[in-house]
């Protein structure tokens, strides 16, 4: 589990392993200490947000559980519009009421297992997945009208956040630019043309950080 039961003698709820490290992160920057000395946290963007809430609600757990779910709530949301995308609403429907009956049961059986992610623990997961959604959401619009370049400035800034809070978040590009090709096979040329304004806000975003880090080593 990612938080731990109340215990005495304060009984609050308190995070730990992955959620200790990234809320340990954020207290540092909350005592003006930034991310440590010669510290490269992993899900910096979402460290940030847990200080974005810490200021906001304090350090009480339960409220800033609450203020994570009502940002959270945009997964299920994204869920539906992805869906109606591609299947039509009944579709968009079915698959984000899954995700609101898979949090809750998460919620209920939390207390007998591990290695579990959901609303209510410090985890990085579904803020990776909505900013996943919303690429390819953006993605398969941008696919349709044409490759336009102001579509591919908002891919490159959804994916580029994306990456700093997941790094892994970088295949869901090339995974996007196949179904184009699949698509539109006759339009390479304004597929990468409309790509490279995605590459150049990828770069934009994320350098900065990179630069921090290849600094501190």
Known sequence: ASALEPREPNFEI???????????????????????????????LYIVFLVFMHVLVGQDYDSMIVVQSLFFAAFPVLLYLFGREFFGRPVGVSIALLAVLRDTTSNLVSP???????????????????????????????????FPAYSGFLLGGILGIGM?????????LPVLFLFALLVQPKKIWSMIKGTLPALAVIIVVVAPWLWRNWQMT
């Open 14 to 44: 308190y995070p730990f392993i992955d959620a200790q490290t990234y809320d340990k992160f954020a207290q540092s920057v909350l005592i003006g200490n930034g991310f440590g000395v010669n510290e490269i946290p992993q899900r910096p």
């Open 164 to 172: 700093l809070i997941r790094t892994q978040v970088v295949v869901a």
């Open 112 to 146: 007998f297992t591990g290695n579990l992610s959901y609303s209510k623990l410090y985890l990085a997961e579904i803020p990776t997945a909505i900013f996943l959604i919303l690429f390819l959401l953006v993605g398969m619009r941008w696919i349709k009208s044409g």
